[in-house]
């Protein structure tokens, strides 16, 4: 038997055998000391019959919250390592996670790779071949273009030029914009400034008539496109000044009547013993004066006032259309009008038809009173 240290057992003893027992210590004065045997000492477990076993109360869960606070996106719970290989979409940054306990509140989760993403890539990169690089997205405004060859360059250059139609399209629509713009603008000054502008040069015209009378002016040659006279159409409203000749932008242009009274187309004037007083006007633009004279009726009166008398002449006929070669109408007897022997008669001629110069209409009429401006105005004025 080979005796060892007290807290070993000796290893080469038979297990049949009865163990020694260790030595006690001296009892130390004041204590009592108890010997317990070696077996008692190292037995396991031990069991206490006084001690009761602890009860473990449950712990009460706490009372929700009135009012929960959505936890902080940094706060989020991570989605499980499988869910990195699910297939994920634009959309999956928008959506909202709701914690459990908290239907009512929702959390957003960081835009961006998760961790399960980060963790597959790094673990890729070490793979042969790694994971296969996501297909470039065309959406994504900061992907740079891939360069083009110079051969593309030209290309694209050609393509973005335009054909030759294109620009032979677009000079022909410029150029038809252009000119309905000018035809717009041309009519705009033919129906309307010109009337405004004869208006004004007519108006004038007449003072400066009226200014002379009132001087006492020595009768005479009047110059072409000088005023002498002012006709008055009392049914047509018409009150304008006579100028000498039929010069379009001396007289007529200016919104005045003029007076045939050169070379071949003399005609007589209103003060004349006996002759045709003839007279031409525009019908349309310039002031128009004789626009309406179609309207005008046997009987009506026409007026005409010079420095001495005022002459009035009753309409007689109408010839709506002749050419404009037939000078006939002007005679000191115009026998189209129905006169037959010589006395003093007044003709009207304008165009026709209105906008046109192609024909010409001429009214007639002949003379029933001359009245010195000393007695006033005649009744067809008073009227």
Not at 299 to 319: F, H, K, N, W
Not at 341 to 350: D, E, K
Request: some cysteine.
């Amino acid at each position: 038997m080979t005796t060892g240290s007290p807290w070993f057992r000796a290893t080469n003893v038979p297990e049949d055998e009865p163990q020694a027992v260790p030595a006690q210590p001296e009892a130390i004065p004041g204590y009592e000391q108890t010997a317990y045997p070696y077996e008692q000492e190292y037995a396991y477990p031990q069991e206490y019959p006084d001690q009761q076993p602890y009860a473990y109360e449950p712990i009460p869960e706490p009372a929700p919250s009135p009012d929960p606070v959505a936890e902080s996106p940094y706060e989020a719970p991570q989605e499980p390592y499988e869910a990195a290989y699910e297939p994920r979409d634009e959309t999956m940054g928008l959506r909202t996670v709701e914690p459990a306990g908290t239907p009512e509140t929702a959390v957003t989760p960081l835009a961006g790779p998760g961790r399960a993403e980060r963790r597959r890539a790094a673990k890729g990169k070490g793979r042969k071949g790694g994971l296969p690089a996501p297909a470039p997205d065309s959406e994504t405004p900061d992907a740079p273009a891939a360069p083009m060859s110079r051969v593309e360059a030209r290309r694209a250059a050609r393509a973005a030029k335009d054909s030759v139609g294109v620009v032979a399209s677009r000079v022909v629509g410029e150029v038809f914009i252009t000119f309905g713009v000018v035809m717009l603008l041309f009519v705009t000054y033919q129906l309307w400034w010109t009337n405004v502008r004869a208006d004004q040069q007519a108006n004038q015209a007449k003072g400066q008539i009226e200014d002379a009378w009132s001087k006492g002016r020595a009768p005479g040659a009047f110059e072409p496109g000088q005023g002498f006279a002012i006709m008055y159409i009392p049914k047509l409203d018409v009150v304008v000044p006579v100028a000498e000749g039929i010069s379009k932008p001396k007289v007529l242009d200016r919104g005045m009547v003029g007076h045939y009274s050169e070379g071949t187309l003399k005609t007589a004037m209103p003060g004349d013993k006996q002759g045709n007083f003839a007279v031409a006007g525009h019908r349309n633009t310039h002031g128009e004066p004789f626009r309406y004279i179609n309207q005008l009726e046997p009987g009506d009166p026409i007026v005409v006032e010079t420095q001495d008398a005022y002459y009035t002449y009753e309409m007689a006929s109408i010839l709506p259309q002749t050419a404009p070669s037939n000078v006939s109408v002007i005679d000191p007897v115009p026998k189209q009008a129905g006169f037959k022997q010589p006395g003093r008669y007044i003709t009207l001629t304008t165009c026709t038809p209105e906008f046109t110069s192609t024909y010409r209409m001429i009214v007639w009429g002949k003379m029933v009173e001359e009245r010195p401006r000393s007695k006033g105005k005649p009744d067809a004025l008073l009227g």
